[in-house]
Every structure is written in C-alpha cells, then in structure tokens.
C-alpha cells in the first residue's frame, strides 16, 4: 500500500512476483479481506495502549476529522453528511489525532458519515479515559469549538488550544477592550507579519450533576490570543467591497436573487417613488460595522504562553492535512470498496500503521535534510531497487548496495539488509 499507490491490493500479486516478503505468495483479494476482517477491536485497542506508551511529554495533540467516501450504503455508520471533497457518495468520518512534536500520528476513530466536527470532542474524551490517555493537550480549529465542549475538556482537566470565531460576542467584547492599541509596533512580530496580544479573561464554567439534581457554575482562568492582519484585512474587504457592488448592481437592475434578499436588507436600503424611480441607499453603519473585525482572528487555551507561542503550536497542526493525503492518495482509502463492517475496521488499522510508517520516515527525511535530494517516492524507489538472490538449497543473497542507498539507510538509523 505505501511503495505501490495507488494501485488497490488486487494489484498485490505482481507485487509478490518482484519481491521477498514473510508471507511468500499472492495475498488474493479473498485473502486480504480475511486478514483485515481477523483484526480485533480488543487488538487495536492494544496497539492503542503501547502507542500511549511513546507518547512525548508536554505534546500536544492535533485534532482533525476527514471524510472517506464508500460505495456500499449497507455499513452501519456509512450516511451523507458534510463531504469535505465534495463527493456525492455516502461517507464516514475519521477523526486522527496527531504528535506535533513526534511528528507521528497516535489515535484514530471511526465516525458516522453524518456527525459534524463538533459533535465528535465528547466521544474523543470518553475513548481517551477507556484507553487510559491522561495528561493530554490537543489543539483543534474552530469546527470544534462549543461550549460544551470547552465546559467538557476543562471537566477533565485538559489542556487544549482551540481557533476561535471573533463574531462570538464574548470574543468581540474582549477584542473591543484592546481594539485601539492592538495594532502598535509593540504588538508587531516581524517573523509573520502580524499583530499579537494575548489578554488573560475567564471562562463561564458550568457543569451538570445528575446524580445531585444541581449545576456547578464557576469562573475559569482562559487565554485569549487576538491577532491582526493587515494583509488579510485588505484582502478582505475588497472581497466584500466586490460583493456589495454584485448585488448593488443586482438591485439596480431588477434581477434580485433569492438567497440574497438577507444581504440587501442589512447593507442597503431601497425606495421606490413614481418621480424617481428606484433610489438604493447603501447602510454605510453596517458595512463599516461588518469590516471593523477584518483581518482579525484568535485562539484559546487554557494554558499560560504568549500568542506567538501559540500561534505556533495552532500552525504545527498543518501535517495532520499531509497525514490525510497520505491516507487517501498514498493508502489508496479515499473510496472503500469493503462490503463488511469487519473487513472495513481492518483495512483503516492497516491504512493507519501504513501512516505511522510514513510520518516517521517524513519526519526523518526532514531531520536528516534528505528533502533536498529527494522526494518521499524516489527515496522508497532508491531502496526498492536493492535486489536479492535466491537459489534452490542457498541461503538468500542481498545484491550490491550503493553509496548512495547505504547514506538512506543510514540517515534513516535503519540497519542496512543483510543475507540470510
């Protein structure tokens, strides 16, 4: 699955012509099938635990969910939902959990086709408990963010780093407070070009207990992480400035459209006289209004640091969209072709050692600076080139290795292949 994508694994049997594996023939499609069905949820689980094991102290964990299209409706969590590609198959969801500092992933789960992102935290946490993860720290984007959630995490006393809308009121009212003196050279950071500030605030807490019939309310200390962009600023209100002058143009013409009658009551006003015919009137108050929080974006967390240090902790998370690719494009699972619930569980484990296997060979690759000579695939070309020798009653030879492909092997700290 990782040196043949994207061929499908009834491709397997060429594969087996060309090279020495431990299972020594074709795996059939049938046979494939049998081996991802014959993976136990009581075996992932452990394979869960050990991971747990390797986890880096103080890491945190990016959180992300993507969707993977199916052809048969007959799997239990198969539905239509929110497809991220914009496939009109049925799909599930998967979720994956990321080190940033490992720069591997650790956790993944299987979702309903049809449960949005913020419908996802919950379930994550109680897995959490059951596999007993403790002392972790995730950083999520907005689709995540709710108050539950943010009540839910705090509950379990985790650390967490979340985007978060700056059109939520509380967010809007903590930015107001500093709006005037945000974007002063002493808030410039040259390295990204932008505006920081982290102002300290407090979280409404509330907790429900059944079992009591009563709810905890309290205030928690938060960090709220404001940034400016001047860039992004202008970006955006020309895009809006464009927008205004489409449906102006629409307005004026007659040809109104539906779905943006809400867009001309809020930004225009239109009368209509017998003398004058059509007079539009732009609502200067609400455009200016709508263009104050351009530019601006912010982070939460519930962890003291600076809002540098955590706008770098919210961008490291951009491998988990690389670990997503790899799994789709590399692992060939961007559509399944399963037909079992059992043989779908299977083939996602497989998919998900597959990425294991592939982030660490990534992350040595950037260590080691063997991105300047080579890519992913003509790094794996370099080495799957290395040929054996077999002989009836002899021992396997290993052929020449290459300068070149001794330096991998090394840069990557793996032994090089040896005769047996």
């Not at 945190?60 to 799997?75: G, P, R």
């Not at 982070?299 to 809002?307: G, H, I, P, Q, Y």
């Not at 790094?379 to 054996?388: C, F, G, M, S």
Request: aromatic residues 12%; contains cysteine.
């Amino acid at each position: 699955m990782i040196l043949e994508h994207p061929s499908p694994l009834s491709r397997f049997e060429k594969w087996d012509h060309l090279h020495k594996h431990p299972y020594g023939k074709n795996v059939t499609s049938q046979r494939s099938s049998t081996v991802f069905s014959s993976i136990s949820e009581e075996g992932r689980n452990r394979f869960f635990s050990c991971r747990k094991k390797r986890c880096q102290e103080n890491e945190y964990w990016a959180y992300d969910t993507t969707s993977i299209s199916s052809y048969s409706e007959v799997l239990k969590q198969v539905a239509y939902g929110k497809n991220k590609e914009d496939d009109r198959l049925p799909q599930i969801n998967l979720a994956l959990i990321f080190g940033e500092t490992s720069g591997l992933p650790f956790y993944y789960r299987k979702l309903a086709g049809n449960i949005p992102d913020v419908k996802t935290v919950l379930n994550l946490l109680g897995d959490f408990k059951a596999l007993g993860f403790e002392k972790i720290k995730l950083v999520m984007d907005r689709g995540f963010y709710s108050e539950a959630n943010i009540n839910a995490l705090m509950k379990k006393h985790l650390k967490f780093l979340i985007s978060v809308r700056t059109s939520l009121s509380w967010v809007r009212k903590e930015l107001d407070k500093v709006y005037d003196g945000l974007d002063t050279f002493e808030n410039l950071n040259e390295q990204y070009d932008l505006y920081a500030l982290t102002v300290r605030t407090n979280w409404n807490y509330t907790q429900d207990r059944p079992y009591k019939g009563d709810r905890i309310k309290a205030k928690r200390r938060v960090y709220l992480h404001l940034y400016y962009n001047v860039d992004q600023a202008a970006e955006d209100q020309k895009k809006f400035d464009r927008k205004l002058m489409r449906h102006h143009q629409e307005l004026k013409t007659g040809k109104r459209v539906p779905e943006h009658e809400a867009f001309y009551k809020k930004y225009f006003t239109v009368k209509s006289t017998p003398k004058r015919g059509v007079q539009i009137a732009v609502n200067h108050q609400a455009v200016e209004k709508a263009k104050r929080y351009y530019g601006y974006f912010s982070l939460l967390s519930n962890e003291k640091m600076d809002a540098i240090q955590a706008l770098e902790i919210y961008r490291g998370k951009d491998p988990i969209e690389k670990c997503f690719g790899d799994i789709k494009e590399r692992m060939n699972l961007r559509r399944m072709l399963v037909s079992s619930e059992a043989t779908l569980d299977g083939k996602l484990f497989v998919g998900f050692v597959g990425l294991i296997l592939l982030a660490h060979i990534k992350t040595k690759m950037q260590a080691q600076k063997l991105f300047k000579d080579y890519t992913l695939q003509s790094l794996l070309d370099k080495l799957d080139v290395i040929e054996a020798f077999e002989s009836p009653g002899s021992a396997l030879r290993v052929g020449e290795i290459l300068n070149a492909q001794k330096h991998i092997y090394k840069a990557l700290d793996i032994p090089l292949p040896s005769d047996v």
